[in-house]
């Protein structure tokens, strides 16, 4: 294993940019058919509301383990919830589903799936990362902060290198709790029209980005 570049890719994402294509060609194909997409987008939050909050923050704690993206939990997690958890409430689940979401990633990697996930992550293009004592901060640093993995290969590849449960804990939490609060925002601004929401949640990506960026320059040349 090799600490330089951990997050280096070898090979195009050629499924994602094909999914990414087939999801806007279908999107503007019901445009064009006179879809009402806010009215499909409602008719999806009424499902939810249905399945109920411990439905939805299980899934939110368990699916994006195996590639659903978290931020299609936080953005509907606001409106979906908010009257009856309040927005407080809602953000409160949703750090206690990521945080068990980290832990089972973690278990999977390190321990039930390292063989398989091993072998997946490297054929990807991705480095698993050598952890030792004095690298081990900068390392989940960097693989937290650098953009572009997605959430549960950035996971995968910290159990992967073995790295100290309790400082992947800490630190994975603590790196995706600002995004969590915008996007849970955001959302709600945005399926509400308010737009003070909207400015809330946009704020603090941008501050987010903006101290993510530096602590990356910063812990970046102590991997070794």
């Given at each position: 294993?090799?600490?330089?570049?951990?997050?280096?890719k070898k090979k195009l994402p050629l499924?994602?940019?094909?999914?990414?294509?087939?999801?806007?060609?279908?999107g503007a194909l019901l445009i064009l058919?006179?879809?009402?997409?806010?009215?499909?987008?409602?008719?999806?939050?009424?499902?939810?509301?249905?399945?109920?909050?411990?439905?939805?923050?299980?899934?939110?704690?368990?699916?994006?383990?195996?590639?659903?993206?978290?931020?299609?939990?936080?953005?509907?997690?606001?409106?979906?919830?908010?009257?009856?958890?309040?927005?407080?409430?809602?953000?409160?689940?949703?750090?206690?589903?990521?945080?068990?979401?980290?832990?089972?990633?973690?278990?999977?990697?390190?321990?039930?799936?390292?063989?398989?996930?091993?072998?997946?992550?490297?054929?990807?293009?991705?480095?698993?990362?050598?952890?030792?004592?004095?690298?081990?901060?900068?390392?989940?640093?960097?693989?937290?902060?650098?953009?572009?993995?997605?959430?549960?290969?950035?996971?995968?590849?910290?159990?992967?290198?073995?790295?100290?449960?309790?400082?992947?804990?800490?630190?994975?939490?603590?790196?995706?709790?600002?995004?969590?609060?915008?996007?849970?925002?955001?959302?709600?601004?945005?399926?509400?029209?308010?737009?003070?929401?909207?400015?809330?949640?946009?704020?603090?990506?941008?501050?987010?980005?903006?101290?993510?960026?530096?602590?990356?320059?910063?812990?970046?040349?102590?991997?070794?």
């Amino acid at each position: 294993m090799s600490s330089e570049a951990p997050l280096e890719k070898k090979k195009l994402p050629l499924f994602k940019l094909s999914l990414a294509a087939f999801v806007l060609v279908v999107g503007a194909l019901l445009i064009l058919r006179g879809v009402n997409l806010r009215a499909l987008g409602l008719q999806g939050l009424d499902f939810i509301r249905d399945a109920g909050p411990w439905v939805f923050f299980t899934g939110t704690a368990v699916l994006p383990a195996f590639g659903a993206p978290l931020s299609a939990f936080t953005i509907v997690a606001g409106e979906a919830f908010g009257r009856q958890m309040t927005l407080w409430g809602v953000m409160g689940a949703a750090f206690v589903a990521i945080a068990i979401n980290l832990a089972f990633t973690y278990w999977l990697a390190r321990y039930a799936l390292r063989p398989i996930l091993s072998k997946l992550i490297e054929r990807y293009g991705y480095k698993i990362p050598r952890v030792t004592s004095k690298n081990a901060l900068s390392i989940a640093l960097v693989v937290r902060l650098t953009p572009g993995p997605p959430f549960f290969v950035q996971s995968y590849l910290l159990g992967l290198a073995e790295m100290p449960f309790k400082l992947y804990m800490i630190v994975s939490w603590l790196c995706i709790l600002p995004w969590t609060i915008a996007f849970i925002v955001l959302g709600k601004g945005l399926f509400n029209g308010n737009f003070k929401l909207v400015i809330y949640g946009a704020g603090v990506i941008v501050v987010a980005t903006i101290i993510v960026h530096a602590i990356r320059k910063r812990y970046a040349a102590r991997v070794d």
